[in-house]
Nanobody, 119 residues
Framework: QLQASGGGLVQPGDSLKLSCAAS?????MGWFRQAPGKEREFVTG????????YYADSAKGRFTISRDNARNTVYLQMNSLKPEDTAVYYC?????????????????WGQGTLVTVSS
């Protein structure tokens, strides 16, 4: 099971840190987001075993994913937030090989946490 938290209302340029607590370690942990009227999109992903994370172009340079293996928790640090970052953010876990970008390949999903960026 996955439990995401940390969303809220912030102003443009602010920072926010999301957390996702997992009941166990899967192959890859990912963060996705879904804005109203849009499809769910990949934000970033990281493997529990190590290696470099992947980022969507929209997240590069502003968002950072990290993990705490001892706590089975993955974090998403979001800086320089923009109104277009407004969305429900989901953490997800993937147990099989394949594209990290495809939400259909993720087996487990958290309940989502709403991030609203507005002045």
């Amino acid at each position: 099971q996955l439990q995401a938290s940390g969303g809220g209302l912030v102003q443009p340029g602010d920072s926010l840190k999301l957390s996702c607590a997992a009941s166990g370690r899967r192959y890859v942990m990912g963060w996705f987001r879904q804005a109203p009227g849009k499809e769910r999109e990949f934000v970033t992903g990281i493997a529990w075993s190590g290696g470099s994370p992947y980022y969507a172009d929209s997240a590069k340079g502003r968002f950072t994913i990290s993990r705490d293996n001892a706590r089975n928790t993955v974090y998403l640090q979001m800086n320089s937030l923009k109104p277009e970052d407004t969305a429900v953010y989901y953490c997800a876990a993937k147990t099989k090989a394949g594209s990290w970008y495809d939400p259909a390949l993720y087996d487990y999903w958290g309940q989502g946490t709403l991030v609203t960026v507005s002045s």
